[in-house]
């Protein structure tokens, strides 16, 4: 198994590996920016590390910052940056967004992620997704982990919706799987049992959870039907 384009749910792979216990895995990280995939990848031989993305792949040098660019300590969440002979030039015809993008040689991917003891990194969530409701950061992705291991949830997007009081506030799209009727006040109950009070969905939406040609979340999309984002 060879993945890659998102964040890729540690019980996805654990549920692969029981029933394919020999068949190995690996994971990388790239993005077209950067020349695609290889700037960061796991090796088979790091199985263990499930979660992962691996660490930084050859001619390419890796670091998280905060938002001044200051290298963050192992464990706390930052911005990842690459830098190396694959980085892009330019985009077309669009200096600002280039000059947004590349600082001093290093490419911000709009990516956050941690760094663990060993130096394997995994990816938290996307910036532009970040959910800051009350003054607490939320990503996403942490929530779906839990949410997708409901035995009656084929998927799951969570977004952040506006709140006159808390700013944003957590909100969950999640496709049953068919034939398993799933009610919002079931979802609730589980979500309430598995996830600390200030990440609980304050919404929960039974719908289709839309994908690109890729496979990705099409969370834009979402963003704008349920939370009146125009663009």
């Known amino acids: 198994m060879y993945m890659g384009a998102q964040p890729i749910p540690p019980s996805l792979v654990r549920?692969?590996?029981s029933y394919f216990p020999e068949m190995q895995h690996n994971t990388t990280y790239g993005l077209s920016e950067g020349g695609g995939p290889g700037v960061i990848r796991l090796g088979m031989e790091n199985e263990h590390k499930v979660g992962a993305i691996g660490t930084t792949g050859l001619i390419w040098?890796?670091?998280?910052?905060?938002?001044s660019g200051r290298?963050?300590?192992?464990?706390?969440?930052g911005e990842l940056i690459v830098k190396g002979s694959g980085i892009m030039k330019e985009y077309y015809k669009n200096?600002?967004?280039t000059a947004e993008t590349i600082r001093?040689?290093?490419?911000?991917?709009?990516d956050l992620g941690k760094k663990d003891e060993d130096g394997f990194i995994y990816i938290v969530d996307r910036k532009k997704?970040?959910?800051i409701s009350g003054g607490e950061n939320i990503y996403p992705v942490e929530i779906e982990n839990v949410i997708r291991r409901h035995p009656k949830v084929r998927d799951v997007a969570v977004i952040g919706v506006p709140d006159p009081r808390l700013g944003e506030a957590v909100c969950a799209v999640v496709q049953g799987t068919p034939g398993e009727p799933l009610t919002e006040e079931e979802m609730g109950s589980f979500c309430d049992q598995n996830l600390p009070r200030y990440k609980r969905p304050r919404r929960i939406i039974l719908d289709e959870v839309p994908r690109s040609s890729t496979g990705k979340v099409e969370k834009p999309k979402l963003r704008q039907r349920y939370g009146g984002e125009n663009s």
């Open 95 to 97: 200096p600002a967004a």
């Open 129 to 131: 997704d970040l959910i």
């Open 71 to 77: 290298d963050v300590k192992a464990g706390e969440v």
């Open 61 to 67: 040098d890796v670091r998280i910052v905060d938002g």
């Open 104 to 110: 001093d040689g290093w490419l911000y991917t709009g």
């Open 15 to 17: 549920k692969w590996k």
